[in-house]
């Protein structure tokens, strides 16, 4: 089969083109986190503890959830590619209503399940802290997993840049509200760390309420909107194709956050040395993955929008050209923890023994980025093509049959501690890279080639 580079060239260009505003809006994401934690630290150390607790134990229902909105952006998108406008609108409202249901069932979860803070072995004084902090993250998830499913709607008609600029322009505001109540300034009220989650809160509502107002208001998507009064109508076939995408995306990111989760709490019965150089190559490795899921996403969009149509030469286009791209990010990524890794733990600490270890583990970090971007890149071109069922198969057995297992026996049986279990996850990452490529490549050359017969 002869590749024609330059439109390799030219699918990749479109690719990133789209992914770069996805990334960004998630880097405005994590860096609010990091900014929370920041000025809740500078309160007191139990106070940045109480932050890290709860956001810890809300991690896996949260991205359970996101997995849930990315349903949204698929069927938007094969609708689009059908420039089926009744459609799409008919997408959003149902795709809106389930996960408003779904923001709601974690957010109870969340509040009523408060209690299980008191049973994790935390310090009593943080878990006090934790309880209220808790109940107003819980609240928040509401209008940001509505953000997230009207961010998927733009996002699936291509119009990226819209939650880019929101989540963007949320950073300064969530800054000014942190300093306001978490220290009580200009008269409000000294709050600490309630004074974090009362910011999150109210910049998580403005943002959702402001997209919601671009969409309904902005001429752009008005050929949805005016449609709505025959479109906007619950549906159970739906509702169904939906789900079909929507659980076993969350199923696909809460095994893999569970996986990281279960991964942490191994590392931190070996010392506290373990748990912090894990933690620093963690935290490296998770900013450079952002890139990676931005890629997934914008090349889910672009394969979903191919598969309305039913261009297959396409969609096998789109996904040979994101997954090059994928296996260079993954390269340059590898070269930089690889060149970099004495120099980027100082950043985090200034312990010796920390800082030895970590370094150790940029080394398996660097590994470790070629087969995360590849696996997570080929897994959002299956969903593209609505093929959810065998890479969540393959991603279960990639984290909890290989990962964490072949991790914890190395770790203690080898006494390679850390390395262990680093070394776990990347033969786990591997699989998982290796048979999702050749089942995205499997499945667009069997379809395309049943197109032309």
Not at 260 to 279: D, K, N
Not at 410 to 432: K, V
């Amino acid at each position: 089969m002869v590749v024609n580079t330059s439109a390799m060239k030219e699918e990749a260009s479109q690719t990133i083109k789209l992914a770069l505003p996805i990334i960004i809006g998630e880097l405005a994401q994590m860096a609010l986190h990091l900014i929370d934690s920041a000025m809740v630290g500078a309160i007191s150390y139990k106070q940045l503890a109480a932050a890290a607790l709860v956001l810890n134990t809300m991690n896996i229902p949260f991205v359970v959830g996101i997995g849930m909105t990315i349903s949204v952006s698929q069927m938007v998108s094969m609708a689009h590619g059908r420039h089926d406008s009744k459609l799409v609108s008919h997408y959003l409202f149902n795709g809106f209503c389930l996960c408003a249901l779904t923001a709601i069932f974690i957010s109870l979860v969340l509040i009523s399940g408060e209690d299980i803070l008191h049973h994790l072995g935390q310090d009593p004084e943080v878990v006090e802290l934790a309880i209220p902090f808790m109940r107003l993250m819980g609240i928040s998830i509401i209008p940001m997993l509505l953000f997230m499913t009207l961010k998927q709607f733009t996002d699936g008609l291509e119009y990226t840049k819209t939650a880019m600029i929101l989540s963007l322009a949320g950073m300064p505001l969530n800054i000014l509200l942190n300093w306001l109540l978490i220290y009580g300034h200009w008269g409000f009220p000294r709050l600490e760390l309630l004074g974090a989650g009362w910011a999150t809160l109210i910049t998580r509502t403005i943002i959702f309420t402001a997209l919601a107002v671009v969409i309904l208001r902005h001429k752009t998507f008005q050929r949805y909107i005016t449609v709505g009064r025959n479109q906007w109508k619950f549906n159970l076939k739906t509702w169904r194709e939906l789900l079909y995408i929507g659980i076993p995306s969350s199923l696909q990111i809460g095994m893999e956050a569970g996986a990281f989760a279960v991964s942490g709490i191994i590392i931190g019965t070996l010392g506290a040395v373990s748990q912090a150089a894990h933690q620093i190559a963690l935290s490296c490795a998770s900013f450079t993955f952002m890139a990676s899921m931005g890629l997934a996403q914008a090349g889910s969009i672009r394969v979903s929008n191919a598969f309305g149509r039913g261009n297959w030469a396409k969609i096998h286009l789109i996904g040979k050209s994101t997954i090059y791209t994928a296996l260079i990010y993954g390269t340059l990524c590898a070269i930089v923890f690889g060149v970099f890794r004495i120099q980027l733990p100082q950043a985090f600490n200034n312990n010796r023994q920390v800082l030895e270890l970590a370094s150790l583990l940029l080394i398996f970090a660097a590994f470790f980025q070629i087969s995360d971007s590849t696996q997570a890149i080929t897994a959002g071109l299956l969903r593209g093509i609505k093929d959810v069922k065998a890479p969540t198969i393959f991603i279960g057995i990639a984290y909890w049959v290989l990962g964490i297992p072949i991790g914890y026996i190395l770790a203690f049986r080898f006494d390679m501690g850390a390395s262990g279990m680093w070394l776990g996850l990347i033969a786990g990452l591997t699989f998982a890279s290796i048979f999702l490529i050749i089942r995205f490549f499997k499945m667009s050359r069997k379809n395309n080639i049943s197109k032309t017969v």
